[in-house]
Structure formats: C-alpha cells, structure tokens
Nanobody, 129 residues
Framework: QVQLVESGGGSVQPGGSLRLSCTASGDTYSTASMAWFRQAPGKAREGVAA???????KYVDSVKGRFTISQDKVANTLSLQMNSLKPEATAMFYCAANFWCRPADGAWLRHPMSTTVYWGQGTQVTVSA
C-alpha cells in the first residue's frame, strides 16, 4: 500500500506560479513511476506530467516548458512546479503512483512494472484574475 498526500494548491492570478507537493508513505520502494493528473470541472481526469525511477520525464503538450516535475526519493516527495499559469489550468490536481505516460504513443496507463495504482485526495488549483 502507498499513501499519497498532496499540498501546495491555492489561488493565483494568470501568469503566476505554484508549486505542488506530494508526500508518499508506505511501500514506496515498490513504485515504478509517479505522475500528476488534473481534473477540471465537467472534464475527464488527464495526465499532466510523469517521472519514472530512472528520472525520465513526460509532459502533456499543453504544459511543456511551463511545468516541471521532480522527485526526491530520499524524502519520498513528488513536486510539480507550475509557472505561467493560465485560467484553463484551474482544476483539482492529483498525485498518482505507478502511472506513466507510455513513450510510444503518449497514453497514460498503469506502469507495466506495477500491479496497483494509487491516488492522493487532490489539491485545488484556481487561476483567475
């Protein structure tokens, strides 16, 4: 079992920045990859950024160059630095363990080396003037 707790959400003006954090506990040694997802009101949850145990990172096209995912394996934390935020970024952001973005086609799936995915409870990000 892996427990995930997100923090760092809040309200920010367009163009501003936020840094989300996700603290993992439990069987963290078993995680093959970590990812951030978001879900805007009335929309499906979508993958935003992912990182695997080798440090390979993947981003959805809409955030490339503005968001940076990072991982501190010692502290068992996952972070998402979000810069130049746009109103369309308003969403609940979720941390996920054992999700990755398949390099071949960009599909967001359970990592093939894992059998279980875990989700945090989410942290709200609101971007408005």
């Amino acid at each position: 079992q892996v427990q995930l707790v997100e923090s760092g959400g809040g309200s920010v003006q367009p163009g501003g920045s936020l840094r989300l954090s996700c603290t993992a506990s439990g069987d963290t040694y078993s995680t093959a990859s970590m990812a951030w997802f978001r879900q805007a009101p009335g929309k499906a949850r979508e993958g935003v950024a992912a990182i695997d145990t080798e440090g390979n990172m993947k981003y959805v096209d809409s955030v490339k160059g503005r968001f940076t995912i990072s991982q501190d394996k010692v502290a068992n934390t996952l972070s998402l630095q979000m810069n130049s935020l746009k109103p369309e970024a308003t969403a609940m952001f979720y941390c996920a363990a054992n999700f990755w973005c398949r390099p071949a086609d960009g599909a967001w799936l359970r990592h093939p080396m894992s059998t279980t995915v875990y989700w945090g409870q989410g942290t709200q990000v609101t971007v408005s003037a």
